[in-house]
């Protein structure tokens, strides 16, 4: 159709004429309420943005004196945030003459490697920078959960539910018995 003849129609009709797709030859237009295709566009985007999966990096700092017990407590930390499909950056900061001992903080990486090795795979290799050696995790891709996304009002209601039930099945805190008193044992 010639491009007046549209123009002149959809005047008739009291709508738009809109370009569709402009490099196809010939271009393709159609004859629509523009307030309405731009809603339904913006739309659709933000339905696409919604089901998108966000990657955050997540850090977890050591010295070189960290010990085991707080070791651990990072490391399971980190193994949370690599199930639930983060990137993790393990750091570890040195002060004054730690620089010298360089080692010690490889070794906390390398044993964290091989403790993160089901999970996740190394993005990074351990590397200095300034004052800090880190090292980033990424997690493999057969452990990747579906998707994270953005829970609906549903799906936080039944988890709700959920919780409320765990908390009725268990057993109320055991009260303890008042102590039985004889009036004659008191005077």
């Known amino acids: 159709m010639d491009t007046r003849d549209a123009i002149q129609e959809a005047r008739k009709r009291g709508l738009d004429l809109v370009e569709v797709s402009p490099n196809a030859k010939p271009p393709v237009c159609k004859i629509i309420d523009y307030g309405k295709f731009l809603y339904e566009q913006k739309k659709r985007a933000h339905e696409a943005k919604k089901k998108q999966v966000t990657v955050q990096v997540k850090e977890i700092k050591f010295r070189p004196g960290t010990d085991d017990h707080d070791y651990n407590y990072r490391m399971e930390h980190a193994r949370e945030w690599l199930e639930d499909g983060d990137k993790v950056r393990a750091a570890i900061a040195f002060r004054g003459r730690e620089m010298t001992h360089r080692e010690l903080g490889a070794k906390i990486l390398a044993k964290l490697t091989q403790d993160l090795a089901e999970l996740a795979d190394v993005e990074v290799s351990?590397?200095?920078e300034g004052y800090q050696m880190f090292t980033i995790f990424v997690p493999k891709k057969t452990k990747m959960p579906e998707k994270k996304t953005a829970e609906s009002p549903e799906k936080k209601a039944e988890k709700a539910e959920q919780k409320e039930k765990r908390v009725q099945k268990e057993?109320?805190?055991?009260?303890?018995?008042?102590p039985k008193v004889d009036d004659d044992e008191i005077f």
Do not use: I, S
């Open 126 to 128: 351990p590397k200095m």
């Open 171 to 178: 057993p109320a805190a055991k009260e303890k018995p008042e």
